[in-house]
């Protein structure tokens, strides 16, 4: 998909499509205003008819009206006017989107941003409208022979005024860049475990090494690993064919010698449980289980493609769960980097072990904040749904910020509690701890089993089980923490 950003009025915009905005009790926005006035009142007619009350997200496709360029004109529900938010938003550009492909529209201008919400300025409702429609225009079709024809809409353009146009070009290549990245994240998540493997994951972060120079990249394999006695992440790859890896991305465009930023996403490529092995029902979706590593390689493909001045480090402990004789049993005992013993009571609390290597592989960057993400726990999804990402720390300016970030993202989080009293639940007769610690609160005490690994920096944690893939008929990566995540670290470049 192409965005570009334009001026001019509604009515002599050349375009196989021109999109103008309707208030609920058929108010009409300034364009669909202008648009009613060149075609002779043809608008405000079929408005009474009641084909469209405008109701946020309802659309109507017009055929060509006459004294207008274009060569048809879509009518775009937007709520009431007073009430219009950033979900009603975004809900109203997918759903032209929708409309758009639907009719087979080449490209269209899209003449809404002189009605966006309040409560946040034309540049964040620009953006926020670029990943709408590029969210709506995400298929997952490289597996399909019949790719259900050619994709239909090419070019999206936004239409703003002259001077507004101008400013909305940096926002505009910034929200591309981003799309882009969420792209990346979708179709890695997305991708199948027989082909997205561990060595796979590296190999992506050595493409985007000689796609970008900013980038570099390094991987470490088994033996590597051995070397440095990361004896908790190689524990899980025994039972795999498949060799673990351990990616290290660096991104250096923040002031010079600042301290970097380290993002460590949870990459198991295949989570079947191992011994512990989990039943078969949607086991299919433990393909997702490295959606944290998608995550991470989307991040810095988005910053190095608006060249985001920020100093980066990405961790991605990348493994495969699998049971076999060679597997991790429960029982076992294993030592992580860190020196800490681990009693391993459930083989299906793995991304928790090989998290915690990373998260001590982090202390030499000396960061300024570390941030993981992991689809570590259904307890999360059974605490919050599907909506927020779990999120816990221990640097109260730090989750605020997230916390923060999500607000405007539309990418929300949510803060659950990482007190010292869940330390106890992970108490082990055998080692210095469990790596389970109970059925209850199952999100917390995982969080808190990595707190026992981020005492040096500051940490949070975003558990993205429930937010980084839909299930059901809609099944497939959703790119979240992205959103998040960048604008986080845009509010940051812009901080200095
Ligand atoms: N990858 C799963 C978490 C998960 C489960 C994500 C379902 C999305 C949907 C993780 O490795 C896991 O299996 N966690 C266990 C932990 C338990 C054994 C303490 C879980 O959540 O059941
Ligand atoms: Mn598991
Ligand atoms: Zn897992």
Redesign the pocket.
Known sequence: MEFGIKSGSATSIKSACVVVGVFEGRKLTPSAQALDEASGGQISQILKRGDLEGKCGQTLLLPALPGITAERVLLVGLGQARELDLKGWKKAHAEAVGALLERGAGDAAFCLLEAFPRGMDMAEALRLAVLAVDERDYRFDQFKRDKNGKRALKRVNFIAGRKEARELEEPLRQAEAIAGGIRLTKDLANMPGNVCTPSYLADEARRLASLYTTIHTEVLDQSAMEQLGMGALLAVARGSSQPPRFIVLEYRQGPEDGKPVVLVGKG?TF?S?GI?L?PGEKMD??KY?MSGAASVLGIFAACAEMRLPVNLVGLIPTVENMPSGHALKPGDIVTSLSGQTIEVL?T????RLILCDALTYAERYKPEAVVDMA?????C?IALARFPSGLLGNHRPLVQALLKAGEKSGDRAWELPLWDDYQDLLKSNFADMAN?GGREG?AIT?ASFLARFTKNYPWAHLDI?GTAWNSGDKKGATGRPLPLIMTWLMEKAAQG
């Open positions: 198991v989570d449980g512990s989990k979706e433990m289980d459930n299906d609390a793995e991304g689809t570590l726990t259904g307890a999804v389970i199952g995982a089980a």
